[in-house]
């Protein structure tokens, strides 16, 4: 009896465990053999990532090296196989660069995938977020290249297929909302400004997207690629086999692309915009190249199909920089440059700077003489959007085309168009947006450019060459001692020039001579332009011809002794700023007080402002944060403050590249009591740039530049001058009707006929409300130019402003 009971116990036990086996081996069946288990590390200084079962796909760390100086790490899936590790999927932290810091750790809790920062202590990334429900037991890279987080059950609690980054695989579908981004470059993890998504109806798209906007912000997005499903309640399908197809709410297919079990695939949105479906032999091995789209991809399809001539809205640059063109050569997106111009980076897009002056209409500019001048010519080129003049007539060809823009010394590209538009001249100037090169655009583009180096470089070359014929047709005692004489004059004159020549070096103010600066100017012939503070004219500097100089000559200066002028002029030698206008020199000789400045080729902001073509949305924005930014250097950043006390467009001049300059900054000192007496006599301040405390016996602060800031913004957003709409309408001022418009719920009268503008409203109206704090009559309650700058750069929440004090309401 005792040994039945022994027996069945045994059995019982024995059962228990089997059942215990049984229940280990189906958990750990979940997970399965290649999978990551609980508390498992990778740290990104390890190299060996995770492998998928078939091992086509690999999970980890990568090492990449971020603006060139700091090495950081990327969480990602790629392909394995593939030699340039091809990225389909990378974790993003909550920071602007999409990266960890080298050093970081991963952890697999209960709790999901975490991401530690190399002193394991700050959580940088968890996946999946706010979990409070689920626990994970495991973790695995499928065959498939999703990464996936599973609980006890075997029930996926998240994977990365939810949350693609640039990058859709076979079996990861795409339905609203959901969404996906390009990377800035191959090279940056930063979000890009293209996306492809859903609209609300049913309408698969690519949209250009700046980073200044957002997902929800329908009206700064501007589609332009669409396969047409509108109002079909569509999804994407991208199947095991490679197929894509979008699918209608019935269930037809309504568009489909590649598919074969023979090949990878990938769909990928990249920088330059394209969606691109790339495939790759499966049994091919070959290692080619540096990125997804060398040879070890191939491309099976593409949307749009040239993106060059998919922007042709004023939407600002998107492809390509100022004065540069798009061109695809073999499925890649260039930037080029026309002859005679040199590529340079702005706004994280490849432009063109010209190796030559620009064309300044002046007496002395290049362009002024006929013989001078040449064209080149480029056929199926065209900037769409820079045109200032059409020419029309039946007697318009090629020829003439190139002579009308010969004559106008503000045409920098004359563009001809054929037969088919007409025999159309449309004259451009700089500078030249949104440039394409292709087959389709049948015009052709004459680049105006000097014909010979503008430096006098044959000239020296002449010399040269008559120095050495002189020499080798002489004696051999004759040669040495003429050279010897060569090398001692050219040892005095560059120890005097060293010694006695005024150096234009940044951080040194050098001082002039009347007769020097007299002769600079060809006795003070060529004026550029008269102000309140005197008048400018334009030179050449004997000790460095290769660049021009203003010098201003000052009018009716407050007179102090010679150590107080040389003071005031050390103060505005000392503040360096990429926004302000710099000074070189200074004379003060006697009854003369003369300035000498950078000379700025693209003239003052109110020629460019209130000209015959209206400058683009996105270069106004970016002109107004840059006068922001200058002054809020004068105000606070440089070693002694200074107050302008004269801001306006007339003050306000453009460099080559169109980077506002601050210019007459520091001269209030020397004219405040001039500049008083012009502010109190009949102007009205709202009418001016002056603000109210101008007008009465009220100290002047930094808020006076704060409020001459205020109309300034204005007139920069509608491209209107404050003075002339005063001319124009005595009832009411420019400050007084955008104030109308704002509050009337009517921004947008403000940018009539400015569609770039209109396709931005909510930042338009976010500038009219920075304007209006400026311009408010108590000078309290305007905000410092700091803030000011921190509300356009969108870093500051721009809150209602209170109504203007001088603001009385009237019927539009």
Request: hydrophobic share 35%; proline share 4%; net charge negative.
């Amino acid at each position: 009896m005792a040994s039945l009971t022994f027996l069945h116990s045994y059995f019982l036990l024995l059962i228990i465990l089997l059942l215990l086996s049984s229940l280990f081996s189906a958990t750990s069946s979940n997970c399965g053999d290649s999978s990551m288990h609980l508390n498992f590390s990778l740290k990104s200084n390890d190299s060996v990532p995770w492998n998928s079962p078939s091992g086509h796909f690999a999970f980890g760390f990568q090492t990449v090296l971020y603006d060139n100086n700091e090495f950081m790490s990327v969480l990602a899936v790629w392909f394995a196989k593939d030699p340039n590790e091809t990225m389909v999927w990378y974790a993003k932290p909550r920071n602007k660069f999409h990266l960890f810091p080298y050093g970081s750790t991963m952890n697999l809790t209960d709790k999901g995938i975490v991401v530690y920062d190399p002193k394991g202590h700050e959580v940088l990334w968890h996946r999946p977020e706010n979990n409070t429900v689920s626990l994970v037991s495991c973790a695995s890279v499928l065959d498939d290249g999703s990464f996936v987080l599973v609980d006890e059950s075997g029930k996926k609690v998240w994977e990365s297929f939810e949350e693609p980054t640039d990058t859709i695989l076979p079996g990861q579908n795409l339905s609203r909302p959901r969404a996906f981004r390009a990377r800035q470059s191959e090279t940056s993890f930063d979000d890009g400004s293209f996306q492809l998504s859903w609209q609300m109806d049913g309408n698969l798209v690519l949209y250009f997207l700046p980073k200044s906007s957002t997902d929800d912000d329908d009206e700064i997005q501007e589609a332009y690629w669409s396969p047409g499903t509108h109002n079909t309640g569509s999804q994407l399908f991208f199947d095991e086999s490679g197929h894509m197809y979008i699918k209608n709410d019935t269930g037809s297919v309504i568009i489909t692309y590649g598919g074969s079990d023979e090949f990878f695939y990938m769909a990928r949105i990249d920088p330059d915009g394209v969606f691109r479906l790339y495939r790759h032999p499966k049994g091919d091995h070959t290692a080619v190249a540096n990125s997804c789209s060398s040879r070890w991809w191939s491309v099976e399809e593409k949307h749009p199909e040239d993106i060059c001539l998919s922007f042709m809205k004023q939407t600002g640059n998107v492809i390509c920089g100022f004065n540069s063109y798009c061109v695809t050569i073999e499925d890649k997106t260039n930037c080029e440059c026309p002859d005679h111009y040199s590529p340079f980076e702005h706004d994280k897009l490849t432009g063109c700077r010209p190796d030559f002056p620009l064309p300044s209409c002046n007496k002395e500019g290049w362009e002024q003489n006929k013989d001078l001048v040449d064209f080149r010519e480029y056929r199926n080129l065209d900037w769409p959007l820079s045109d200032y003049d059409r020419l029309l007539g039946i007697g318009m060809n090629k020829d003439t085309c190139r002579q009308k823009c010969l004559e106008d010394c503000f045409c920098a590209v004359a563009i001809y168009g054929e037969e088919s538009d007409g025999g159309s001249c449309w004259k451009k100037k700089y500078p030249l947006s949104n440039g394409r090169m292709h087959h389709n655009v049948t015009r052709i583009a004459l680049m105006k450019v000097p014909k010979t180096d503008l430096n006098n470089g044959g000239k020296e070359q002449n010399t040269l060459v008559l120095v050495v014929s002189i020499l080798l047709g002489s004696s051999v005692l004759i040669n040495v001692f003429l050279l010897v004489a060569l090398f001692a004059a050219f040892f005095i004159f560059y120890h005097k020039r060293l010694l006695n020549g005024p150096n234009l070096s940044v951080g040194t103010v050098s001082h002039f001579t009347y007769k020097e600066l007299e002769e600079a100017t060809t006795g003070f012939k060529q004026m550029l332009g008269r102000g309140a503070f005197g008048t400018v004219y334009k030179g050449v500097l004997a000790s460095n011809t290769s660049r021009y100089v203003a010098v201003k000559r000052l009018d009716k200066v407050v007179q102090e002794g010679e150590k107080e002028f040389k003071t005031e002029v050390s103060v505005i030698g000392q503040t360096h700023h990429r926004n302000l206008v710099r000074l070189f020199g200074y004379c003060d000789e006697g009854e003369h007080r003369l300035l000498v400045y950078e000379y700025m080729s693209n003239g003052s902001l109110a020629g460019f402002l209130f000209g015959i073509s209206r400058p683009h949305w996105n270069q106004r924005v970016q002109i107004s944060l840059g006068i922001a930014r200058g002054l809020t250097y004068l105000h606070e950043e440089c070693s002694t403050q200074i107050i302008h006390c004269d801001i306006k467009p007339q003050n306000i001049l453009l460099d080559d590249l169109f980077t506002p300059r601050i210019a007459d900054f520091g001269l209030a000192k020397l004219l405040l009591a001039e500049q008083t007496k012009v502010a109190r006599t009949g102007l009205r301040g709202t009418i001016g740039y002056f603000a109210p405390e101008w007008f009465r016996k009220a100290s002047i602060t930094t808020k006076v530049d704060v409020y001459s800031f205020g109309v300034v913004l204005l007139e920069i957003l509608c491209c209107k001058s404050s003075v002339a709409f005063a001319l124009e309408s005595e009832e009411e001022a420019l400050i007084d009707w955008a104030y109308h418009c704002y509050s009337h719920g009517k921004v947008a009268k403000l940018v009539e006929n400015d569609e770039e503008a209109k396709s931005d409203i909510k930042r338009v109206e976010n500038h009219v409300m920075v304007a209006i704090w400026c311009i408010q009559e108590d000078p309290s309650l305007r905000p410092s130019m700091k803030k000011i700058t921190q509300m356009l750069e969108g870093v500051t929440t721009v809150s209602v402003p209170p109504c203007p004090s001088f603001f009385t309401s009237s019927p539009f």
